[in-house]
């Protein structure tokens, strides 16, 4: 990965320029970073704060040949990267929340955005886009509550280059994996990291609310939830709500 790095000064969001790099053919492995983004995007349309100079906020292409269900996996392996190159660059020790928060202290610290170019029934790229909060000192009020950096985290400032390196190499190792032998050897692995399982959830749904206890993955990466009548829910897509 990373034989094609497209770095830019200032965009409007990464993966909106990895988007039409797609449409113009680039090669799987093709990286957009960016120093700002005006308009950075994240999960079910909301923005993602991606001030200048202090956080990682790129794209990464990648081409493999599956059908596009399996997309939702990207999360979780580039979660794992990100988790895994942040405890090797810092003192630190990020969580996962189901499907794409990684977590310190109960802050969002990164975020990953999986977004697909496909047919119906084959994938021409998927486009894994992460932020992550790395240098910056403080929040603007709105997000105090919610975001944390590594440096507020650790006292300590971080190379984002260092970390970047890392990121890309952790994915090319998973995703070879996966491509060889599927999400099943990787699930353990991600599920160590995962804050969310085991743990009585609310998971806010565009169908409403379901609580009960998270108790894993599938190999797809859908969250199994059993609500009080032990009944499973799989759910696709959902902002999750940790209450114990
Ligand atoms: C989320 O948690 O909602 C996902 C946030 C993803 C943010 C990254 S920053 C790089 C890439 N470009 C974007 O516009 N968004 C993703």
Redesign the pocket.
Same mark, same amino acid.
């Given at each position: 990965l990373g034989c094609t790095i497209y770095y830019v000064e200032s965009i409007d969001?990464?993966?909106k320029l990895a988007h039409s790099l797609v449409q113009d053919g680039c090669p799987e492995g093709t990286i957009v970073v960016a120093e700002e983004?005006l308009n $950075?995007?994240?999960?079910l349309a909301?923005t993602?704060f991606?001030p200048k100079y202090s956080g990682i906020?790129?794209?990464v292409i990648l081409r493999p040949t599956l059908p596009p269900k399996m997309s939702p996996q990207f999360t979780l392996i580039a979660a794992i990267a990100v988790v895994q190159a942040i405890a090797e660059n810092t003192t630190l020790h990020p969580e996962i929340k189901w499907p794409?928060?990684i977590l310190i202290n109960g802050k969002k610290v990164s975020?990953?955005?999986t977004e697909l170019q496909a047919d119906s029934d084959k994938v021409h790229a998927i486009i894994i886009?992460? $932020?992550i909060n790395v240098n910056q000192k403080q929040f603007p009020d709105e997000l105090k509550q919610i975001a944390t950096s590594l440096f507020i985290e650790s006292g300590k400032e971080t190379k984002r280059s260092h970390l970047i390196q890392a990121i890309l190499e952790k994915i090319e190792t998973y995703y070879q994996i996966y491509m060889e032998k599927g999400f099943a050897p990787l699930k353990l692995l991600w599920e160590s990291y995962a804050v969310s399982i085991g743990k009585d959830i609310i998971a806010h749904t565009l169908n409403g609310d379901i609580i009960g206890k998270a108790i894993g993955i599938t190999d797809e990466g859908v969250l199994k939830l059993e609500d009080q009548d032990e009944k499973v829910h799989l759910i696709y897509s959902a902002d999750i709500e940790i209450q114990s």
């Open positions: 969001s990464t993966q983004q $950075g995007r994240g999960r909301r993602w991606s906020w790129m794209s794409n928060d975020g990953i955005l886009g992460i $932020g």
